[in-house]
Structures are given as C-alpha cells and as structure tokens.
C-alpha cells in the first residue's frame, strides 16, 4: 500500500464523506516523510504527528498492551503491594525531594509562559490525597474473577465473568494527582498509559523515576503496567488514541481539545469517555427557598472545576426575590474569598440589576489583575458558554418564564453536565429528574459531583452527556468501572451436542 510521503500547499483532502478541507502551507512545509496526517472527520481539522512523536507514543502503548498480556499472572496481593510502596514512596522525603524540585520548576515555567499554576502545584494537600487515593486503591477488594451471572442448563453451564479490559489511555491535564487516579484500573487487572500536559511534564516523569517505577519492581507487576508518553507534543496524544490496542480512551482537560481527542479515538474505533467542557446549572423554580437558594449559589462557586456553578436560571415570579438573594450570595463569596465576581447577564434583564453592578472592578485573571466591567451583556445562545475563571469566580444569570423553559435551555444549550433544581414541590423535582437531559441531578449546591466526594473511591473522570448517553455505565468513571465481561462454558455432560 502507498503510504503518503509529503503534503502540498492547497492539496484537497476529503472528510466526513461530503467534505473538503485543504492543506495549508504551514502543515505542507513540515510535513516529512514517515509523519503521519489523522483527518478529525467532524471539523476537518488536519493533525499532523511527527514520526517521532508517533514512535514514542507507540512505545508506550505497546508497553502496555505487552504488560496486560501478563497481567493475569498478577496476584491480588501483589496489586496492593504496589499501591502501598508507590504510596510510601511518595511519603518518603528522600524520594519525593526531587519531585518536588521538578514541580516547583514545572510551575516556575508556567508562571513564566502566563499560564494558570492553581492545579499544577503539588503541594501537601495534594500530596497528602494522592496517598490517600493509593491507600483506598490498596484496600479495595478486586473484582477480578467474580462470576456476575451464571445461566444453568442440563448437562452444562455459563458463567459470565468480569475480567480486565485492557491498556487504558489517559490524556490529563497538567495535574500531577492524577497518577492516583489513574492507577486505580490496575486493581481489577487493567493496565494504563498515559499522556499529562506539558505543564506538568517535569513532574510526572520524576513520579515515574522515582515512586512509581520502584513501586511496580517492588510488587512484581510487569514493566510497562504504568506507562508515560514522554513527550511535550499534543500530537502525541491523537497519535495515542490512534492506536486500537487501546481498551478505553480517557480525556480530561478543556472543551475543545477533549472533544478533538474523543473524535480521533471514535475514528480509530475506540470506546471513549470524555471528561472535557464542564459547568453546571442551577434553577431556582416558583417554589424555591430562597436560603436554600443562596447557600447553593455559595456553596457551588467556591473554585473552578467542572461541577462549578455556571449558569443560573430564575423563573420570573420569583425574580423581586431570587435575583437579591442571588447577588447576596455572590457578595458573600466576594468578601469570603477576597475577590470580585464577574457576572454575565442575558440582554434584556439588566434593568433587574443594580447599577453598581455594572462599574469597574478589579477582576482575578490567570494573567493577573485586569480592571473591567464587573457586569457585561450576552446573549440568549450563550447559556451554555462556561467560564474558565482563576480566582475571581464568573457565572451567568438568566430569567425564564417557567422551569420548563430552564430545562429546555439547559438541554438545547448547555453541555448536558450537571444540573440542580431548588424547588419545595416533590413532583417539581421527579418532573425535573425526567425531563433534564443531564448524568448528575440534585437539589442544591453542584459541587457535589466528584467520585471521590460522592462514591468514596478516586474518579478518573466526569463525563457529561454533551456527545450522546453513555453505554452501559453512569457518569463517574472510576477505576472499579473499567471492565469487560468473559462468557464461559462448563460441560458436565461429555456427550453435549446441538
């Protein structure tokens, strides 16, 4: 088979069947011989990986995927051995000194290059929960092997059995912690690589040298049961999710990006589970307890993560009331947390808010300080837009004729993530729970949806539903989540036939 040797400038290369995107001269100039050219078949989006990138990333699923092949001969017990010695490993100061060197230079370089530091600083607290994560992983019971189901019949049987997947791909973000994570689908017999953002790079690979390599000799799994793709490039990460020796592929980090990885991996045949665009809603409905309202507006703007309050919807009956208490809740988190908060309010309701909400104040940004207008107009379509704030929290408030309303924005608009309803009627909250188009439903703050914080055990990630339902498993993805099920056939009747 002819293999594609070079680009040219304007070169029509077809897409998504009835499509045409063109070579631009940039990508034709460095494209070599031996490089390879991945078409994202829902935007056009031409990726070019160099041949070594493609090479390195191969290596390590490569690695991975020989590493499961063994994985089988791995005792349960030798599994914990691991997660305690990669946990005391991290523990040690003699062996965590030069990972802390690594990330203090790691977050020395963003600094440099204007980026946000707030989840690249591995610092105690972080420290602390990825021993702590290790630990749970050290004592949760393995399901390898359990027989889920087993179907009788004369003369034989079938047991269907749960059993490893396979090597799992991970693309993090720069956020050294989550090497607990994603170590957790090794208890059940899977094995994982693994690409962090360039932020956190330095980090991760002193965590390979010197806690978790050791930790993975020590326990007698196989080399590559933990595998790093070594490399800055982004194009490492479609070269990874290029590869069908992959189980699962896993993206977390911003919207766009995560959604790019999951079309490559869906091209390549590959399950995914997409932990990209975030932001959840709140709708306070006609029977809303307006305490209640304003402690779950506090409660869910604390920090950015992906479950942080982004949009909030009032229905217009409550609005004299609802809309002071939600401006009461935003100056409470502006005097707890010392910052102001930039409010985003839909063209047509700004009459409802104050004046002095429109000055200028001193907003936090992830390059600094930067005097704007606290209040600014958007649009209807906007709803769904999330913020991506440093420390001065940024949220949208909307006003809608009725809850109804609120669901269908929510489900035209937003990435279909997480969504709470304050209402005191119980059929307001089961018509909600039917009609919202959403994983995680609740009734009050939004910052409750995390593995860790509601099922007790380390997620490797949220998926929302922005890209369709997921098969087969809920929202949370946890180690214990990653599985595949055998079927096997026991005859006690030699003579068996059909």
Known sequence: MKQLEQLKAGMPIVYGGNRVTTVSKILADSFSQGDRLIVDQTTGDLLHVPENVWQIAQDAVAAAANAFAFMGDV??????????????????????????????????NAKERGRSTTRLLLDDGMRKDMIAGLRMWRDTSSERGKIVETVEHVGWRVDQVRTGLGPVGFVFEGRPNVFADACGVIRHGNTVVFRIGSDALLTAKAIVEHALNPAIRDAGLPVGAVSLVATASRAAGWAMFSDSRLGLAVARGSGA????????????????????TGGAWIIAAETADTEKFTASVVNSLDRKTCNTLNTCAIVATRQNE????????LQQIQDRQDVSVKLHVVEGHQKLIPDEWFEERAISR??????????????????GEEWEWERSPEVTLTIVPNFETAINLFNEQSPRFAASLISESTSEHQRFFDLIDSPFVGNGMTRWVDGQYALNRPELGLSNWQFGRLFGRGGILSGDSVYTVRTRATQENPDLGR
């Open 366 to 383: 992830a390059e600094g300080e930067v005097v704007e207008q606290q209040t600014e107009l958007i649009s209807g379509d906007r709803l």
């Open 322 to 329: 609802l809309i002071p208490a939600f401006l009461d809740a």
């Open 257 to 276: 990006a995560v959604a790019q990885l999951g079309a490559v991996a869906r091209q390549a045949g590959l399950p995914v589970s997409l932990h990209g």
């Open 75 to 108: 005792t349960d017990d030798q599994i914990s051995t691991f997660y305690e010695t990669f946990a005391r490993n991290l523990e040690a100061e003699a062996s965590f000194a030069p990972i802390a060197a690594n990330n203090a230079s790691d977050v020395a």
